[in-house]
């Protein structure tokens, strides 16, 4: 046998080895993208369809207060790098609430009129947001603000990771549309 003969006799399996190969790669990466098992978020349980709230109290969930900035709140409300759209409350849903949120985040849940939070008192920490006084109460893995300065107290719960967009925006809201008034401590 010649060199010749020899060389292309291991050439012919080797070309068939890497084409093989070849298709096989293709065929994989073609079955991924129709079957589209990408980089893909799955649907966590609770963060699509309808949002249900548990009611709590609200004694002044129907003041003017309340009424003019549920009708003004923005449609979506910035998280990171994100714009978080409303969320659909379930029936029945308390009155005065909305909420933001998507499928990749835990929403982020507005009540109108609650009563004067317990934990405010004169010593109170408050942060001051486009001039709108917030008290804050950490939670696990949330935080609720209540504004303490206009006419209806206004509880903001605001997941850890969503940052701190959905309180300015709410406070450019409520800054435009409710007169400040002073901060009351005591009942």
Aim: glycine share 10%; net charge negative.
């Amino acid at each position: 046998m010649t060199q010749q003969e020899s060389t292309s006799t291991l050439s012919r399996p080797l070309l068939a080895a890497v084409g093989l190969a070849v298709l096989l790669a293709i065929g994989v990466a073609a079955l991924g993208l129709v079957l589209g098992t990408g980089n893909q978020t799955e649907d966590v349980p609770g963060r699509t369809g309808p949002l249900a709230l548990v009611s709590i109290d609200a004694p002044d969930s129907g003041s003017p207060a309340c009424v003019s900035l549920i009708e003004k709140l923005p449609v979506g409300l910035p998280s990171g790098k994100d714009m978080l759209p409303r969320r659909e409350l379930a029936a029945p849903a308390p009155p005065a609430t909305v909420a933001w949120g998507d499928a990749k985040h835990d929403p982020v849940v507005l009540r109108c009129g609650m009563p004067r939070p317990s934990e405010l008192s004169a010593t109170s920490q408050l942060r001051v947001i486009s001039d709108v006084q917030w008290l804050q109460l950490p939670g696990s893995g949330s935080s609720t603000w209540v504004i303490v300065d206009r006419g209806a107290y206004v509880a903001l719960t605001v997941p850890d990771d969503a940052g701190t967009g959905p309180l300015q925006d709410i406070s450019t809201t409520v800054r435009d549309l409710l007169p400040k008034q002073p901060v009351k401590t005591s009942s």
